[in-house]
């Protein structure tokens, strides 16, 4: 018997995997041809029509003019040193690359480098890349990258989807990585010691030891890591010319927050792709075999659940590596982080830190407020706060969440219900 259309897509469909590196190239995503909208996208239709202009200066480029226009804090300043990004020749120990970033764009600053380098969370598309020309010029334009950048930003490196990456490394006095000697990914559950190795760190954390402001100079790793000289320090002009860039700091509590953010946006980019990507598979399936439209697939329901729960588990910082030791920093990042609010009516805020034990006093991510939040899928919204509201109220008693003191699922209930009433009215009309 001749099998059918139906039959035929049906076994076509089962046989595709569930997340391949390249998905997001197909429907419904369809990324590289995808329009983005997005905080750069908005700033280069503001170019094109006259409505803004950027600066050049000799001796940063429009590094200044674009951080200023995209209204990224200069303290917000990291340094890596690792000679693993897209102007690897640019940088060494002596040059280190800077990155730059605030709640939805980061930048990358080369020393003397060709472009300035961006990423941005996008809602629809996740991460999309953009570089921009440090020669002056009239028209000074914003160019999408796509293939060079997603060759490591779009693999297996960030589960199959178009994302960011941070990681420790050892590195020679060069900046290249010792990649035999073990890498580690890098988010807010890697335990202290494996974090910033190839990045140079600015701030102070007693006596907990990590691998920043290391250089291995003989190509082999000593065991155990011995960097005493890299701990606690709060200078950097005995490693490199400070003066090369907008301030000399490479602030230890910008760098923790960087790995908290990048964590939760690749994470939201996964919840919105997967629940996307599980409908439109759902309702072409349906539509095949004739069944009703809104006929719901019992993988749709699992792996809209199953990014959700990655997702809040990000959000509400579980497995969250434990601080042994108070952390500051030497720059005025954590001030102004904070600063930004929102806060409720008792004068607390998600952006506050505790900075003793964990990173944040209320232990989930200031992300909730983003773009990227607000404009997941209706359906993966709905299991997000639906369990969200769950896990705060006392009533879900999954252990993934067993880190979060009574007072702490108050707390955070409180806050989100004061600076974000909007964000339960999907849960009420359930």
């Known amino acids: 018997m001749r099998p059918t259309f139906a039959a035929m897509l049906l076994l076509a469909l089962a046989a595709r995997p569930a997340f391949s590196a390249d998905e997001y190239e197909l429907p419904p995503i369809e990324y590289s041809r995808g329009t ?4 750069v996208s908005r700033l280069q239709e503001k170019l094109d029509s006259g409505a803004h202009a950027l600066r050049h200066e000799d001796r940063f480029g429009y590094l200044q003019s674009v951080l200023d226009a995209l209204e990224i804090r200069p303290e917000s300043q990291t340094l890596v040193f690792s000679k693993t990004s897209l102007q690897r020749h640019r940088i060494s120990p002596r040059t280190p690359r800077a990155i730059y970033f605030n709640d939805d764009v980061y930048l990358g600053y080369c020393h003397e480098g060709d472009v300035l380098e961006i990423s941005v969370a996008d809602p629809q598309l996740g991460t999309v890349f953009y570089t921009i020309d440090q020669d002056e010029t009239d028209k000074p334009k914003f160019v999408r990258q796509t293939d060079q950048c997603l ?5 297996s490196q960030t589960d199959g989807i178009p994302g960011h990456r941070v990681r420790s490394l050892f590195v020679d006095t060069m900046g290249n990585p010792l990649l035999a000697e073990g890498s580690h990914r ?3 559950t890697t335990p202290f010691e494996n974090r910033w190795g190839g990045w140079y760190v600015t701030g102070t954390h007693g006596e907990q030891k990590h691998l920043g402001n290391l250089l291995i100079r003989n190509g082999e790793v000593p065991r155990p890591v011995q960097n005493e000289k890299g701990l606690n320090v709060t200078d950097l002009t005995p490693f490199f010319d400070v003066s090369r860039y907008p301030t000399p700091h490479s602030d230890i509590v910008a760098l923790m927050v960087l790995e908290h953010q990048s964590m939760v946006h690749n994470l939201l980019t996964k919840a919105n792709f997967a629940a996307r990507q599980a409908l439109h598979y759902e309702s072409e399936l349906n539509r095949a075999l004739g069944e009703p439209s809104d006929r719901r697939l019992d993988s749709t329901t ?3 659940r199953n990014a959700a729960d990655a997702l809040l588990q990000a959000m509400l910082c ?3 590596a434990p601080l042994t030791a108070a952390v500051a920093g030497t720059s005025e990042y954590a001030q102004r982080f904070t600063n930004a609010g929102p806060r409720d009516k ?3 805020s998600l952006r506050d830190f505790d900075l003793k034990t964990r ?3 209320y232990p989930c991510s200031f992300l909730v407020y983003s773009a990227s939040f607000d404009r997941l899928p209706d359906e993966m919204k709905l299991a997000v706060t639906t369990r969200l509201r769950g896990i705060l109220t006392g009533t879900d ?3 993934a969440y067993a880190h979060l003191a009574a007072d702490d699922r108050r707390a955070i209930l409180e806050i989100l219900t004061d600076t974000k009433p909007e964000l339960w009215r999907s849960v009420a009309e359930k």
């Open 36 to 39: 983005p909208e997005n905080a």
């Open 397 to 399: 008693k999954d252990e």
């Open 346 to 348: 008792r004068g607390r």
């Open 318 to 320: 579980s497995k969250e």
């Open 186 to 188: 890098v988010d807010q």
């Open 359 to 361: 990173l944040f006093r």
């Open 302 to 304: 699992r792996r809209i």
């Open 151 to 155: 060759l490591c930003h779009g693999m």
